[in-house]
């Protein structure tokens, strides 16, 4: 079920957006029931503005991926590329869990990506912007990836020398 809205875009609800959100966001719920330890107090944040931009980011990202009516499913190659990057980030989230839920382990370094936690989201929701190819829904990854990103790197910042290193 699709209808125009305004600038003739079509909308409409899309499982793949449903999808791809819930496994991207879902972890999350893992942080508030197994928060981490040894987290700064009080913890480190990036200037309002950024939070903000992060904040509605996500909540623009999330709307938008789950009203983007058959943009995802006419264009099937972004599945094994997003998937890639699903894949690697729950990988983070196994070894957030197997450091013993340690604040450091979800800032630690991923062999070139120094903030993988943040990154791989955000490049797996680009890639279904960029294979919806909705403006909406690629400025509202844009503004998630600002935020995301500027807020992460400031609290991998706060954590004391050699915290956020790699397990050897």
């Known amino acids: 079920m699709l209808r125009s809205v305004g600038t003739g875009a079509e909308v409409g609800f899309s499982w793949f957006g449903l999808v791809l959100g819930a496994v991207i966001f879902g972890p999350n719920l893992l942080y508030v029931a197994l928060p981490a330890r040894n987290a700064p107090v009080p913890p480190a944040s990036a200037a309002l503005v950024l939070t903000v931009l992060e904040r509605a980011g996500q909540?623009?990202?999330?709307?938008?991926?789950?009203?983007?009516?058959?943009?995802?499913?006419?264009?099937?190659?972004?599945?094994?590329?997003?998937?890639?990057?699903?894949?690697?980030?729950?990988?983070?989230?196994?070894?957030?869990?197997?450091?013993?839920?340690?604040?450091?382990?979800?800032?630690?370094?991923?062999?070139?990506?120094?903030?993988?936690?943040?990154?791989?989201?955000?490049?797996?929701?680009?890639?279904?912007?960029?294979?919806?190819?909705?403006?909406?829904?690629?400025?509202?990854?844009?503004?998630?990836?600002?935020?995301?990103?500027?807020?992460?790197?400031?609290?991998?910042?706060a954590l004391p020398p050699g915290a956020s290193a790699p397990p050897r």
């Open 59 to 157: 909540a623009a990202t999330v709307t938008l991926l789950v009203v983007s009516g058959g943009r995802l499913a006419a264009a099937p190659w972004w599945v094994l590329p997003a998937g890639v990057c699903v894949v690697a980030y729950w990988g983070l989230w196994a070894r957030y869990l197997w450091r013993g839920r340690e604040f450091a382990a979800l800032y630690a370094s991923w062999g070139p990506l120094p903030i993988p936690m943040a990154v791989l989201p955000v490049v797996a929701f680009g890639i279904a912007a960029v294979a919806a190819g909705w403006t909406p829904l690629l400025a509202a990854v844009g503004m998630l990836t600002v935020g995301h990103v500027a807020s992460s790197r400031a609290a991998r910042a």
